[in-house]
């Protein structure tokens, strides 16, 4: 089955900064991948995902690059600010067109935003 | 539109109880997914229904069991607890192949 890795477990970052946190996956199948931030006691929320037919995804200090070829995607944040701080998730599926498989997550990286 | 709910929202079993829990997802997804995180092994997919029917399932053993209803409410049942059970279970709904949303989970505790 698939397999993601999560790249590093804990990331501390000065406010204004910026933060990137990375993913590799196993299945080349994968062509959906999303990231989710969880804040403590919280559910995971969706920040951004993008799918395998593009390369790049961008929404105002958060962005997602997928490289299919060396099977790893990464989330950047710019500018990071005190509600950053949160564990970050990535995930891959397989959207086969009957219904995408179950996510397969990372482990999770905390993000800490030093003031 | 609502956001996905889940209940009850905190349970205490013992060791070879049974447990069910309520997942209502967001008005008109038809599919909802089942999830277990555990500071262990983080989060893992346990199953996905879509018109009530199970599409996708993960590797869990088979005390861990689902349904769905007919209006995309989903439950599901596990039996025969054991503490490695203990864990934030979240069930998340989708259109069917997008996105999907969590709900605030089930805090599970066996004792």
């Known amino acids: 089955g698939e397999n993601v890795e999560q790249h590093p477990s804990t990331l501390s970052v000065q406010e204004g900064d910026s933060a990137v946190i990375k993913c590799t996956y196993s299945d080349s199948a994968s062509n959906y991948f999303p990231w989710y931030k969880q804040e403590l006691g919280k559910r995971p929320q969706l920040i951004i995902d993008i799918r395998s037919n593009v390369g790049e995804k961008k929404d105002q200090r958060i962005a997602v690059t997928l490289n299919k070829t060396a099977k790893h995607f990464s989330l950047h944040i710019t500018e990071t600010q005190p509600e950053d701080s949160a564990v970050y998730f990535c995930a891959a599926s397989i959207d086969s067109g009957g219904g995408a498989d179950g996510l397969t997550f990372g482990k999770g990286t905390h993000l800490i935003i030093q003031p | 539109k609502a956001g996905v709910t889940q209940t009850p929202r905190y349970l205490i079993k013992t060791r070879g109880q049974q447990v069910t829990l309520s997942c209502s997802p967001i008005s008109g997804h038809r599919s909802v997914s089942w999830y277990q995180q555990t500071p262990g092994q983080g989060l893992q997919f346990l199953f996905e229904y879509f018109s009530e029917t199970q599409r996708n399932k993960g590797n869990f053993p088979g005390r861990f069991s689902g349904r769905q209803f007919s209006n995309s409410r989903s439950e599901m049942n596990v039996s025969t607890l054991e503490l490695g059970d203990s864990a934030l279970y979240l069930c998340?709904?989708?259109?069917?192949?997008?996105?999907?949303?969590f709900g605030p989970g089930t805090r599970l505790t066996v004792l």
């Open positions: 998340a709904s989708s259109l069917g192949v997008d996105t999907q949303y």
